[in-house]
Nanobody, 129 residues
Framework: QVQLVESGGGLVQAGGSLRLSCTASGRTFSDKAMGWFRQAPGKEREFVAAISRGGEIYYADSVKGRFTISRDNAKNTLSLQMNSLKPDDTAVYYC???????????????????????WGQGTQVTVSS
C-alpha cells in the first residue's frame, strides 16, 4: 500500500512563502499522476494543483501565478511552492496520488478527488493577516 507523507506546513504572514513536500513509498511513482488538495475549516476539500505523468500541470484559478507544483520521479517526491500567500490559503493541504494512469490526463480529470487512490495525512498551512 502506498504511503504519502507531507511536510513543510506552518505559520506564515500574508505575502510570505512556504514549500510543501510529499514523499511517496513504492517503486512506480512515475506511473502515477499527483495532486494537491486543501481543506479550510468548515469547507469542503478543494483542488489546488496537479501534475500528470507526462508533466502537464494544472492549477485552481485561486492559486494560479502564485503556486508552483513539481515532481521528481527519481526521488518519489512532489512539491508545492507557495508564494504571495493570503489568509484565504489557510487550510490543511493534502498530497494525493492516482493509480497507474495514462501518460496524459485532462485538468477536469485530475481536479476530481475521485481519481485519487492514495492520500497523505495532511499538513497545516496558516497564513496570518
Amino acid at each position: 500500500q502506498v504511503q504519502l507523507v507531507e511536510s513543510g506546513g506552518g505559520l506564515v504572514q500574508a505575502g510570505g512563502s512556504l514549500r510543501l513536500s510529499c514523499t511517496a513509498s513504492g517503486r512506480t511513482f512515475s506511473d502515477k499522476a499527483m495532486g494537491w488538495f486543501r481543506q479550510a475549516p468548515g469547507k469542503e476539500r478543494e483542488f489546488v494543483a496537479a501534475i500528470s505523468r507526462g508533466g502537464e500541470i494544472y492549477y485552481a484559478d485561486s492559486v494560479k501565478g502564485r503556486f508552483t507544483i513539481s515532481r521528481d520521479n527519481a526521488k518519489n517526491t512532489l512539491s508545492l511552492q507557495m508564494n504571495s500567500l493570503k489568509p484565504d490559503d489557510t487550510a490543511v493541504y493534502y498530497c494525493s496520488q492516482t493509480p497507474r494512469i495514462a501518460f496524459f490526463a485532462s485538468r477536469d480529470y485530475l481536479a476530481s478527488e475521485k481519481v485519487y487512490a492514495a492520500w497523505g495525512q495532511g499538513t497545516q498551512v496558516t497564513v496570518s493577516s
